[in-house]
Structure formats: structure tokens, C-alpha cells
């Protein structure tokens, strides 16, 4: 496992979308309407292996994913730089919740994700991650059962796609476990988010300790305990740890950067620097700045 993520930091990292330019409409993460086409030239002269694309309500009528000749358009992009699209953050469920909605508005949201599962193939995405944090976080048992029956209902379109699900939520390890007692398929997976789980308070040995072995994607962030993003290495995420649980459950995913963002106008460079750190830390370098200073 060891040799893994040091041939993983060697071939190069993810970047979530949008972090390669400045953020449009004072937005932190969002789908970059006007600029997503250098981001894929931008991503490529950096170094980097590929992009985890948005799919968001900020985005929709620019969003080359939703029509033929945009998605014709973004395989030529990518194809010509060499970068690659493996997944899609489909952020449009926190801007219009899988939950707290009508039995009307539920089917039209269930729809439209299956849409995006259908579209998946044809660009040679492997994998959407649904976001059920901040206002799509659920709050209690009967919503965690919505969660499971919306699943349930569109994993025979994930099965027929070839498309996997990985859930990332605010959950505590336990909770968590048991929302992924109830789905138990393949195809359902768990998106690790670094900062988020350091921000809750939430030890890497705990949560891997409960489902580990569902890990299925990984986003590289840093935050203080009940605060924001922070630069890599600056906040209170245990690197160390989640470095040794990686190997002890033989994770073999990607790694997406979801990084704090630098001056607006400096996104490459920052960027760049960012994956350094990162890709330091994969081969076994020590990443926690306030912790060892």
C-alpha cells in the first residue's frame, strides 16, 4: 500500500473544480461558468491528472454536461490537455436538497439525478458524490430514511451506468455506519472529506474503524476544529493518522484537492504549491504545521 500512494503522489492529484481561477460572484466553490475552459489548460500546465467537476444550480445553462454539444466540446478540452474528468461533485443537491421538500419536488430532483447517471458513461465518469452537509445535512432519523429511499430508488440506474454513489455527509462515525448498514451495494460508497471530519471533531481512527473499508474517494482539505478552510498543514486535520488508517485498510481511490484558496489572480501558483504539499504527504511526509511548530 506504502508503494501505492507514493505511485499515486508520483502520477499526479485531482483538483475539485473552480479552484483554478478566482472565484466567480465572490463564490468559494461553484461552477466556473466563464472560465472552465482555461481551468482545464490551467490544471494541465500545473501538472495535475484531472478535475472533479460540478454539476451545481450556479452553473446551469453553462454547464457543458448538459447538452450534447457541450459534453462533445469538454471530451475534445480534455483530450487535447491530456486531463481527465473520473467524477462529478454534484453540488446542485445542496443548493435543492434530496430532502425537506414535496413529493412533487422530490421526483423532479430523483429525475434529474438520474439524468446525471445516464450522462456519466458517455463521459467516462465513474462516480458521483452526493454532498448531505451544511443544507443538505440530514437532521434525524426520518430523513435519514428519505436519504435511504431516494437511494434505493435510483441504484438500478447507477447499476445499469456502471456508476457509483459516494456519499459524503456530516455524520459521526457510528450514524454514519449505520445509514450504510441500510444500503449495503457496491456501488454505494463513502466520500472522505479531511477537513470537514477535522472541523467536527470527528478522529480518523474512529470513522475508519466504522466503515474504512467503504471509502471510496478522498478530498484533501484543512480545517480548525468548528471552523473554516485553512491552507494544508495549518489547521487541526491529523494527516498522521489518516495517513496510517489509509494504509491499514489498503485504500486504493484518488485524491481530490478541495484546498483553502490563495489571492484572487494567483490560483495556478497556489494550487500548484498546495499539490506539492499534498503529494509530500502521500509519499510519507509530515503535514501539520501547528500541531509540530
Known sequence: MSDYLSQYADAGLYTMQ???????????QSFPRQGWRLEIERAAEIGLRGIEWIYDLFGEGANPLETPAGREELRDLLAHHGVSVVSICADYFMDRPLLRCSTAE?????????????????????????????????????????????????????????????????LAPQ?????????????????????????????????????????????????????STVPLGQGDTDFCSLREQLLRYDYRGD??????????GDEPRWLAGMAVLAADWLRGGALNERKTS
Open 18 to 28: 473552480g479552484r483554478l481561477g478566482a472565484p466567480e460572484e465572490g463564490r468559494f
Open 106 to 170: 422530490n421526483a423532479e430532483l430523483i429525475q434529474r439525478l438520474e439524468w446525471l447517471l445516464e450522462l456519466c458513461p458517455e463521459m467516462g465518469v465513474g462516480r458521483v458524490v452526493l454532498p448531505f452537509v451544511d443544507a443538505s445535512r440530514m437532521r434525524d432519523s426520518a430523513e435519514m430514511d428519505q436519504v435511504v429511499a431516494n437511494l434505493r430508488q435510483v441504484l438500478p440506474i447507477a447499476e445499469r451506468q456502471g456508476v457509483e454513489l459516494h456519499l459524503e455527509t456530516d
Open 175 to 227: 450514524a454514519f455506519r449505520e445509514l450504510l448498514d441500510r444500503l449495503v451495494h457496491p456501488l454505494v460508497k463513502v466520500n472522505y472529506d479531511a477537513g470537514n471530519s477535522a472541523s467536527l471533531g470527528y478522529r480518523p481512527e474512529d470513522e475508519f474503524a466504522a466503515y474504512g473499508e467503504r471509502i471510496g474517494s478522498f478530498h484533501i482539505k484543512d480545517r480548525r476544529l468548528g471552523a
Open 255 to 264: 485524491f481530490v484537492l478541495q484546498v483553502a484558496r490563495g489571492e484572487a
